[in-house]
């Protein structure tokens, strides 16, 4: 497997599972504003930190403006100036794929190009309340369908543990960047009271972001709360895109690729910073700081992966 | 589909001047006439699908970004005689064995020069001559191990042979993929024709490469070196590197060590790569040696080859021999090197270089096609009858500031076949590339990839300039008869 062949289908797969996760999370944000009453708004900017698109999206509108939805959502998903943007993503993935298309399963350049050509032709929909939801659904069913394809017709040899290796840590970085926004407050009261309130229906809209929600009653059987939330999508076993779902997954991969050290002690780093986390202290404390050691751990794992695989 | 006005100005492939079909096309035009004009537009429909959906496209650089074009592909086939094409193959054969001679005699002790044959002063001028390549023997003594040459049919119905590319030749996956198509929109003929088949190709261009390796007896590491997607070939690239099973790279993907031995960078480190087919050319393969800024080569890739560590296909240097000039001396190579009467008529030329010629070219420009040596792709010709007085003028002047650098034909009438028209089969004018592979023995491709011009009256065939393919059929009239 060559090197570059193999960072290529490693962010191939990331691109993938990024493309989903923005289009779940644009959707949950887009369906919780209905929700909410006169006295809250719906605080879109801590979803476009999600992305790491703060800057570019300042620059884009002017420090301190207020767009409108249709213009924030415009950005995330469309925008043809923003490099983070769903499209700019999907896009990525599909370069990506021309150059490694005669490793990969032929269904999955069509399932990509159609993708693409539907972003390009429909980026108008995105913006309109109305088309959102099935434009993004159709997003959202695409990006399953590439994931379908992979694990099922793709030999189980090292460039598949490559594809992996990206969608598992693209997924616990998503995660912990979810959890991030949602800790920054995506319900913004009118009234400082009604914060209270409030919170249930945020982490129940995250959860519902990372597709977690029904697993979570079947599982928890209790109402949301901060710190039931937080152990759910953090440390939970079972719920595969759990921070700690991804980091077991990579547990599990790793034997499977050349032994690298640095990579090794980068996975132990990310892991036993998890399995040490206290949901009930995170919620009392907020989980903000935490998920930014979190995103660094994972950095750093990526890194290591970078270097011991791809640069050859 | 009616047949009975089709009519062609020139020497037709399937269809006599007395309209009735030529032997070996006529299942084929029997077949076409019992199809209704909606039954053959349907096929064509299916067999542009096919050709989107298997991802038949080569990449064209318009408007600052690359786009994948599907090449047109006209549904009715070429359809060649097995007794014509075997003499052809014979006559291709010759042609690469005297070709590798000279290439080797070239960057060896230059005997054919010695012995004035050919002369020393185009030698010198030569733009493909490689000086790092003096004093080396490849493996076998074959320096251009792919070559793809061009044949034309004159209006008298002679075969000729226009050029030979021995540099980096493409269009091979086409004549596969041409074939793939033909099949599903065409089951029955294949049923009932003895249409030889054309799906050996990758597998002989695997033994050819194979045969190369420097470490005989263990499985060879054979790489395709490809400068990257944006590359007009790159489709085919990936669809030999596929077919064939061995590794697609780009320059940056290998390297040569202190040991003077290339690698691969893989997940499991360095990996020697023994064979490497390489789709890039000579100028940008080292920047050691040619092209400093070339980022599409290997750093030290003619050190390691010359140290022979490393086999390259086709060999660096071996470009010495496609050149428009130099093209005209095949026949003559084929008499010194094997003693031989050529089988294939070179296309009557006339080399600027000399004297008298350059006089009849200035003189006749108006009725010749002027090539300059070094051109690939149809760019930089005159063609003298389409031409204005500006541009024979223009011409002129560039022949006399660089006679080396042209050549000129007289203007073919070259042959046509008919393509599926709007209301009736149009004739269209073509040629046809076959492929030849030298190892030990010389394998030819069965037929070729026909490339048709789509416009009315248009000579120029090439994909960039508004070409398409069609499928190329090697019939056995006397099998099963």
Known sequence: ?312 | MDWTRYRSSTWDELVGSDGQPRPAARPLIEYLSGLSRRELAERQLAADVTARVMGITFTVYSEGRNVDRTLPFDLIPRVIERREWERTAAGLRQRIQALNLFIGDIYGKQKIVKDKVFPRALLKESVNFRQQCVGVTPPLGVWAHICGSDLVRDGDGTLYALEDNLRIPSGVSYMIENRMVAKRVFPELFETSAIRPVDDYPAQLYDTLAALSPRPGDTPVIALLTPGIYNSAYFEHCFLAQSMGIELVEGGDLFVGDDDVCYMRTVYGPKRVDVIYRRVDDSFLDPEVFQPESVLGVRGLIRCWRAGNVALANAPGAGVADDKVVFTFVPKMIKYYLGEEPILPNVPSYLCHDAKERAYVLDHLHELVVKPANESGGYGMLIGPRSTKRQREQFRALIEANPRNYMAQPTLSLSTAPILGEKAPEARHLDLRPFILSREDVYVTTGGLTRVAMKKNSLVVNSSQGGGAKDTWVVDLEEGA
């Open chain 1, 1 to 312: 497997m060559l090197s570059r062949v193999a960072d290529n289908l490693y962010w191939f797969s990331r691109y993938v599972r990024r493309a989903e996760n923005v289009a779940r999370l644009v959707e949950v944000g887009s369906q919780l504003q209905l929700d909410l009453p006169r006295a809250a708004r719906f605080a879109w900017r801590p979803l476009v930190d999600t992305l790491g698109a703060g800057e570019e999206f300042d620059r884009w509108h002017g420090e301190g403006a207020t767009p409108s939805e249709a213009e924030v959502v415009r950005f995330m998903l469309v925008e043809p100036d923003n490099p983070l943007s769903l499209r700019g993503v999907v896009g990525n993935a599909r370069e990506i794929l021309r150059t490694v298309r005669e490793t990969m399963p032929q269904d999955c350049w069509v399932a990509i190009n159609d993708l693409h050509l539907y972003i390009e032709a429909g980026a108008e929909r995105a913006g309109s309340r109305r088309h959102r939801h099935e434009f993004l659904a159709r997003v959202i069913d695409s990006c399953l369908r590439v994931s379908a394809l992979l694990s099922t017709n793709v030999s189980r040899d090292i460039g598949y543990q490559f594809l992996r290796l990206g969608a598992a840590i693209e997924q616990a970085d998503m995660t912990s960047r979810i959890i991030d926004a949602a800790a920054a407050g995506l319900i913004q009261p009118r009234a400082a009271e009604d914060v209270e309130a409030f919170r249930a229906m945020q982490w129940m809209s995250v959860l519902q972001s990372l597709a977690a929600y029904q697993m979570y009653r079947r599982h928890l059987r209790q109402r949301v709360s901060v710190e039931l939330a937080l152990q759910f999508l953090l440390k939970d076993r079972e719920f595969p895109r759990s921070v700690l779902f991804c980091l077991a997954r990579i547990q599990a991969i790793l034997p499977q690729m050349p032994p690298r050290r640095p990579v090794q002690q980068a996975f132990r780093r990310s892991l036993g910073l998890v399995f040490d986390a206290d949901p009930a202290k995170l919620a009392a404390s907020g989980p903000c700081d935490f998920m930014d050691r979190l995103q660094v751990e994972l950095a750093a794992l990526h890194g290591a992966i970078h270097e011991s695989y791809f640069v050859g």
